[in-house]
């Protein structure tokens, strides 16, 4: 089921898998106004009962929907219990913009900046309507059948559906969109080094197809993994190059990594992702990491 985003990239996948006991619905969209009811039309399209929601991580057009779709059928939500942390971390809290201007600040950002860069943040919120007290697995079990596998990186805590050969992948593969990795307030320390094992395993499992959430299927899962952990090493090169003697911010990498002329919510991004990098260059002996008055600067060591 494809539903309509209102924001990038326009449009999320959701999957209706087929099960002894009804479907298990995998994500939901996000929890605009008309969600229930284009749910309900889809279902009533597709015929037969929901036995379950699945959502594969926290983010907005994966999570949103969550409570509308339980409303809806009864069905029970299942999500990854350190996803379900995060979500409620960042969703069912507060203060959690406070801790982004805390967090962008660290990294360098000028007030006016963190500003612009928070305030559009939270333009999601009242489009977030989670499940609480989901029933939370873990990477290992199986639902219905199909295996929950570990895909850390994009989500710390996403977790993605095999069986037979078909990965449901949500933002774990993206067929042309490089997943976003970045690294952010209360994430894992090293998203990046996360992620490039998580493709790494993807490589070893071997799907024959990946249903992903955005854009087209995947027809050849292997490849498209190892095309990301190419521009990922291309990444890391361009991030080395951009490093030099002298201390610079994660704001400031920003700039020679991803361009000059960003809207702010496109250079949120692209600070968390510059930071993923660095982070894994702190790992591999490449940079290093100085944290003084407040600030934390990286450079080429
Ligand atoms: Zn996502």
Known sequence: MTLPLPMRPGHVHAYLLDGADGWTV????????????????ELERAGGRVARV??????????????????LTGAPVFQGSLDYAQCELVWGNPTWSE?????FRLHGAPDDVTTELV????????????????VLVEAGEALDGWELVAAAG???GQLCLLKDGVLVAADHLLGRITPTVGLW?????????????????????????ALPGHEALIEDPVRRARELQEHHRL????????????PRTGYELSFPLFG????????????????????RLVRLGAAARNEADGVVTYTAT
């Open 154 to 156: 994009h989500a710390d």
């Open 54 to 71: 699945f959502v594969t991580h926290f983010h907005p057009d994966h999570v949103g929907a969550a409570a509308d779709l339980h409303e």
């Open 119 to 134: 305030a559009q943040a939270s333009v999601y919120r009242p489009f977030i309507r989670y499940q609480h007290d989901p």
């Open 26 to 41: 995998v994500d939901t969209g996000v929890g605009i106004p008309e969600a229930s009811e284009l749910w309900r039309e």
């Open 185 to 209: 307030p209360a994430s894992r320390p090293d998203p990046l080094g996360d992620y490039l094992a998580a493709l790494e395993r993807t490589i070893e499992l071997a799907p024959r197809i």
């Open 260 to 279: 000059d002329d960003l809207k702010p919510a496109a250079r949120r991004f692209a600070i968390a992702e510059t930071l993923s990098h660095a982070e």
């Open 99 to 103: 801790r982004l201007v805390d967090w």
């Open 235 to 246: 990444r890391l090169e361009e991030t080395v190059a951009a490093l030099g003697p002298e």
